[in-house]
């Protein structure tokens, strides 16, 4: 077994369905729970009856392309790559399937990256992207149940 490097202590409080609210650490940062758009008619909900907010499954995949994102920037930044006008973005997208028990899972992510630097970058830029996705914690801790794939759009114009 690992040697445990942190422990993360996070505060849940129902509010109603559907929504839960977080307390996360440093700050005690609340942040809203609950359902929207094809998540919410799943759970039968009518639209109108409650407040759509960002689903916990939302969060997940937002967590990933976060991760990964700055896993790679940090890369880039480690190599000495300097960021071009438009710096590096993601566009992420999560597949959630409904699994035969009738339950959401996030079966696929996949991250996008837009990225702008000089073309006198292209080693360090490729190196860092090939080896970026296995230094990322929250892709490393997902990876074993959902398929995370990554892409580079690479504006090279200066």
Not at 21 to 27: N, V
Not at 46 to 72: K, N, R, W
Not at 98 to 114: A, F, G, P, S
Request: some cysteine; glycine content about 8%.
């Amino acid at each position: 077994m690992s040697e445990i490097a942190y422990i993360s202590k996070v505060k849940i409080e129902h509010i109603a369905v559907p929504n839960n609210m977080a307390i996360l650490p440093p700050d005690n940062e609340e942040v809203l729970f609950g359902v929207h758009g094809e998540i919410a008619s799943h759970y039968k909900l009518v639209s109108g009856t409650f407040e759509p907010h960002a689903a916990t499954l939302d969060y997940i995949i937002a967590s990933a392309g976060g991760c990964l994102t700055g896993t790679f920037g940090g890369a880039l930044a480690g190599r000495g790559v300097l960021l071009g006008v438009e710096g590096l973005t993601a566009d992420v997208t999560g597949e959630i399937e409904k699994e035969d028990d009738n339950v959401l899972v996030i079966k696929r992510i996949h991250v996008k990256y837009q990225l702008t630097t000089s073309s006198d970058y292209r080693d360090k830029v490729l190196r860092a992207y090939e080896v970026h996705a296995t230094k990322c914690p929250v892709y490393r801790s997902l990876t074993p149940g959902i398929a995370i794939t990554t892409e580079l759009d690479w504006n090279t114009s200066q």
